[in-house]
């Protein structure tokens, strides 16, 4: 590890890929969809990140240890509304 931004496995924004999944696992979709949908967002930065501006990518460098954490973070985010919340409502 360098120290430079974005190597971190885990990082400021980790919270906000778990809690985008909290929040994923809220819509009516299933899993394939919800693991599709942040794999793809992944991939959305990756694209982004190479368009350059006069201050850098539109996205910052990320790891691949970090952008697999992202993923995990979320899927884990929507997993824990489908397997420890939403069994237990009255309409889950």
């Known amino acids: 590890m360098t120290g430079r931004n974005g190597e971190a496995t885990i990082d400021v924004w980790s919270f906000v890929h778990f809690a ?7 819509l009516p979709i299933g899993w394939f969809l919800a693991v599709l949908l942040i794999v793809g967002y992944e991939g959305l930065e990756a694209g982004l990140r190479r368009i350059q501006t006069k201050d850098g990518g539109l996205f910052e460098y990320e790891s691949w240890t970090n952008i697999g ?5 979320g899927v884990a985010g929507y997993g824990v509304i489908h397997v420890a919340v939403l069994p237990f409502l009255p309409w889950g």
């Open 20 to 26: 985008s999944g909290l929040l994923m696992g809220l």
């Open 69 to 73: 954490m992202d993923i995990v973070l």
